[in-house]
């Protein structure tokens, strides 16, 4: 007969299973049970643990708050027993297993596109899942390992970790230039007479203020441009392509103003900065396939 531990382990490991499935049939054809065992054992855990962990309609299963909670309490110590396992069966020299991971498009472009293959080659048995989305969403639920994301933290359970602050210049291309002349200082550009490329900020939905900085000095110009996108390749064709001035980050447009492709407007105002956060769950543990890949980035984001 099988002890209370051993159920409630059980147990744990069921509700994991239907938190990341989305259905217990799902579930159930994940753990190799049937439908009405899954079922079964969430009840004996809701039951053990004295709360209700799902609302179950014909049509839905989604997590409760307090189910919510206790996933993100249970999750860490279960990945640790995975890999504690692993390791005393012999796996601990090499990373496996599929890493899902919530990236800033910005990120995903500018500074890992061209250095991925690197990371995959060092991880032969270790699976990437990398989702670009414009919002942080909920990392535990969304059932990410890591994010990768530009931008100041908002206040959440999660650990946040600042890796690098980029500087952001305000760019154009020769021929947009060519065509409508070089504003001199920051102020022209909020009088209709130059085109600015607005580029959204997913948080508010509105495009993001054009900030100028000088040590201590801070200047905002409201330049009510008519193009906006939510897509850092976008922003950059179109500015590449003279469409208008741009706001963007040096790591991606360095390259390009060198190139003479772009010209940096405002070279005197240096000093606005953007920072990039890494974000997980948990103080108390990061899986070992997390840690590798947040090492990795680590090393990139030092050289950027």
Same mark, same amino acid.
Request: with cysteine; charged share 25%; aromatic share 6%.
């Given at each position: 007969?099988?002890?209370?531990?051993?159920?409630?382990s059980?147990g744990?490991?069921?509700?994991?299973a239907v938190? @990341?499935?989305?259905?217990?049939?799902?579930?159930?054809?994940l753990?190799?049970?049937?439908?009405?065992?899954?079922?079964?054992?969430?009840?004996?855990?809701?039951?053990? =643990?004295?709360?209700r962990l799902?609302?179950r309609?014909?049509?839905?299963v989604?997590v409760?708050e307090?189910?919510r909670r206790?996933? /993100?309490?249970?999750?860490?110590? !279960?990945?640790?027993? /995975? /890999? &504690? &396992?692993?390791?005393a069966a012999?796996?601990?020299?090499?990373?496996?297993?599929?890493?899902?991971?919530? =990236?800033?498009?910005v990120?995903?472009r500018?500074? !890992?596109g061209?250095?991925?293959?690197e990371f995959m080659?060092?991880?032969?048995?270790l699976?990437?899942e990398?989702?670009?989305?414009d919002?942080?969403? @909920?990392?535990?639920?969304d059932?990410?390992?890591l994010?990768?994301?530009?931008?100041?933290?908002?206040?959440?359970?999660?650990?946040?970790?600042? !890796? =690098?602050?980029?500087?952001?210049?305000?760019?154009?291309?020769?021929?947009?230039?060519?065509?409508?002349g070089?504003?001199?200082?920051?102020?022209?550009?909020?009088?209709?007479?130059?085109?600015?490329l607005?580029?959204?900020?997913? /948080?508010?939905?509105?495009p993001y203020?054009w900030?100028f900085?000088?040590?201590?000095?801070?200047?905002?110009?409201?330049?009510n441009g008519?193009?906006?996108v939510?897509?850092?390749?976008?922003?950059?064709?179109?500015c590449?392509?003279?469409?208008?001035?741009a706001?963007?980050?040096?790591?991606?447009a360095q390259?390009?103003?060198r190139?003479g492709?772009?010209?940096? =407007?405002f070279? @005197?105002?240096p000093?606005?900065?953007f920072?990039l956060?890494?974000?997980?769950?948990?103080r108390?543990h990061?899986p070992?396939?997390?840690?590798v890949?947040?090492?990795?980035v680590?090393? !990139?984001?030092?050289?950027s």
């Amino acid at each position: 007969m099988r002890s209370s531990s051993e159920n409630l382990s059980s147990g744990i490991g069921v509700f994991a299973a239907v938190v @990341d499935a989305g259905t217990f049939v799902a579930a159930a054809d994940l753990m190799g049970m049937s439908p009405p065992g899954v079922s079964r054992a969430i009840a004996r855990l809701e039951k053990r =643990l004295k709360i209700r962990l799902f609302n179950r309609t014909t049509r839905a299963v989604s997590v409760t708050e307090e189910g919510r909670r206790f996933y /993100e309490q249970v999750m860490p110590h !279960l990945r640790g027993m /995975e /890999e &504690a &396992a692993a390791a005393a069966a012999g796996g601990a020299v090499t990373v496996r297993g599929k890493l899902r991971i919530n =990236l800033d498009p910005v990120f995903s472009r500018i500074i !890992l596109g061209p250095k991925l293959d690197e990371f995959m080659d060092l991880h032969p048995e270790l699976e990437l899942e990398l989702i670009a989305r414009d919002q942080l969403g @909920d990392l535990v639920m969304d059932g990410f390992d890591l994010a990768l994301r530009f931008g100041e933290p908002r206040s959440s359970s999660l650990v946040a970790r600042k !890796l =690098l602050d980029t500087a952001v210049v305000t760019v154009a291309a020769p021929s947009y230039l060519a065509r409508h002349g070089r504003p001199t200082e920051p102020q022209e550009l909020g009088h209709g007479v130059h085109r600015c490329l607005e580029f959204r900020n997913p /948080e508010t939905g509105k495009p993001y203020p054009w900030e100028f900085h000088r040590k201590r000095k801070k200047l905002i110009v409201e330049t009510n441009g008519r193009l906006t996108v939510n897509d850092p390749s976008a922003l950059l064709n179109a500015c590449l392509a003279g469409s208008g001035i741009a706001q963007m980050l040096l790591s991606g447009a360095q390259h390009l103003i060198r190139e003479g492709q772009l010209i940096n =407007l405002f070279p @005197d105002w240096p000093d606005e900065r953007f920072p990039l956060y890494a974000y997980h769950p948990s103080r108390h543990h990061m899986p070992a396939k997390a840690r590798v890949f947040l090492d990795f980035v680590v090393a !990139l984001t030092s050289t950027s």
